[in-house]
């Protein structure tokens, strides 16, 4: 459950660090903590690549 999602989280993580980190969990209702329990499910994985991308800029791991 929610590799994906914890995988989006460390790609944030090198590509912009902890503020970074803050607002995807602020875009997306998740918390990094609580990435790993939550279901990867393709709305959430949407909701995140989405985040992700616009915070980062660069496109997230597939």
Known sequence: MGQKL???YEFVKQNGGLPAQMRVAMK???PSEKAAAA???PDMIAKFR???KEIC???PPA
Do not use: H, I, S
Request: net charge negative; aromatic share 0%; hydrophobic share 40%.
């Open 50 to 52: 989405g985040a992700v």
């Open 6 to 8: 914890v995988q989006m």
């Open 28 to 30: 997306t209702g998740l």
């Open 39 to 41: 279901p990867d499910a």
């Open 57 to 59: 800029g660069k496109e």
